[in-house]
């Protein structure tokens, strides 16, 4: 089992940035791949950046690239997503995702079902 807890949430304006955290406990961290997802009201879980559990690969939605930087701290058992350029169509409620299987594709990364945990999430808001 793993838990996970987001947090760094909140109101911001376009153009501003934002660093969310995801702390995870229950498991070894450092073999575990960490995602974020991200949903907006009335529309479907997205994928928004992954990073593989040995942290030399990640991944990230073409929506967010030069704009968001997933990273992580084994010592620290969080995972962190770097957002900057805030745009309004980033608003949503982000996820951390964690999954310890092994991925044999890079599009495995992108797929929620890949992941096994998931928590409870934190509000983006950006304001234009």
């Known amino acids: 089992q793993v838990q996970l807890v987001e947090s760094g949430g909140g109101l911001v304006q376009a153009g501003g940035s934002l660093r969310l955290s995801c702390a995870a406990s229950g498991r070894t961290f450092g073999s575990i791949n960490m995602g974020w997802f991200r949903q907006a009201p009335g529309k479907e879980r997205e994928f928004v950046s992954a990073?593989?559990?040995?942290?030399?690969?990640?991944y990230a939605a073409d929506s967010v690239k030069g704009r968001f930087t997933i990273s992580r701290d084994n010592a620290k058992n969080t995972v962190y997503l770097q957002m900057n350029s805030l745009k309004p169509e980033d608003a949503a409620v982000y996820y951390c995702a964690a999954g310890g299987r092994v991925l044999y594709s890079d599009s495995d990364y992108y797929t929620p079902r890949s992941y096994d945990y998931w928590g409870q999430g934190t509000q983006v808001t950006v304001s234009s």
């Open positions: 990073i593989k559990w040995t942290g030399r690969g990640t």
